[in-house]
């Protein structure tokens, strides 16, 4: 399973009233696991989407283990859990300092032509990068 890990500190910004990180912010610390997993293999948003193929998010799944509070150090485990036909799928884990447990997710991207707007195939340069 093709894996990378990235730390982030909780900002005071990103948590509520309790200290304990707001849900909504998850969905970004995601992102952010998944950009770095492509930048490790060698692809960039930017280059994907200057080549004319974007990569929005079509379904997002979270399981709230433990909560996460400011100032945490969190790792966020991102594997590749499929990728084929128009779609990649991740899967996440975020820890933290102690190394307990705090949520689960996976995501399902589709592969689309910035232009048309329609899914499209993963271009044949992203498997080699990825696969290879």
């Known amino acids: 399973m093709q894996e990378h890990k990235i730390s982030i500190r909780v900002r005071y910004a990103e948590t509520d009233q309790m ?3 707001y849900h909504g912010n998850y969905a970004q610390y995601f992102e952010m696991g998944r ?3 492509l930048r490790n293999k060698g692809v960039s948003y930017k280059e994907l989407e200057d080549s004319g193929v974007m990569l929005p998010v079509v379904s997002l ?3 709230y283990k433990k909560p996460a509070y400011y100032d945490d150090e969190l ?5 590749l859990a499929f990728l084929g036909g128009v779609k990649i799928e991740f899967t996440y884990e975020i820890v933290n300092q102690k190394g307990e447990l705090l949520t689960t997710a996976q995501t399902v991207l589709v592969f689309v032509d910035m232009k048309t707007k329609r899914p ?3 271009p044949e340069y ?3 990068l990825i696969n290879g």
Do not use: D, P, Y
């Not at 790792?75 to 594997?79: N, S």
């Open 120 to 122: 499209i195939s993963v």
């Open 35 to 37: 950009v770095e997993w």
């Open 19 to 21: 200290g304990v990180v």
């Open 75 to 79: 790792t966020v485990i991102t594997r």
């Open 61 to 63: 799944n979270m399981n």
């Open 126 to 128: 992203l498997e080699k």
